[in-house]
């Protein structure tokens, strides 16, 4: 699978559910919704949960969790970029035109040895 493809299936998808209409500001409260529950899940995986009404999770379900919420994120800013018109290569050329600016041409995709991203 590739990201144009999902994007695409994505879009067609909330169209269908009746999702799509919603304007930026309100996928942008969804976005931060679905930011929320990473957070929690990444917590949850971290340094745990003191709930009395919660059951411990095994590590393979609270990283499942993550990567549920992970894709959840991803599909909301997919979105969110659809609506001003964005494509997935957009957001990956704006990204690395940033960092480049800001730090200099690397030509690997790979960070210089010892250095923390």
Do not use: C
């Not at 067609?12 to 309100?26: A, G, L, N």
């Not at 919420?69 to 940033?98: C, H, Q, T, W």
């Amino acid at each position: 699978m590739d990201i144009n493809t999902h994007a695409s299936w994505l879009k067609d998808f909330y169209i269908s559910r009746q999702w799509y209409p919603y304007p930026p500001f309100i996928r942008l409260a969804f976005l931060t919704e679905e930011m929320g529950e990473l957070a929690q899940a990444v917590r949850t995986h971290e340094i745990g949960r003191d709930h009395p009404d919660e059951q411990r999770q095994s590590v393979e379900k609270q990283q499942e969790h993550i990567l549920e919420e992970l894709a959840d994120v991803f599909d909301n800013v997919l979105i969110l970029a659809d609506k001003y018109g964005y494509s997935p290569e957009d957001l990956m050329r704006a990204s690395e035109s940033k960092l480049r600016a800001r730090f200099g041409t690397q030509e690997s995709s790979e960070p210089d040895s010892g250095e923390v991203l």
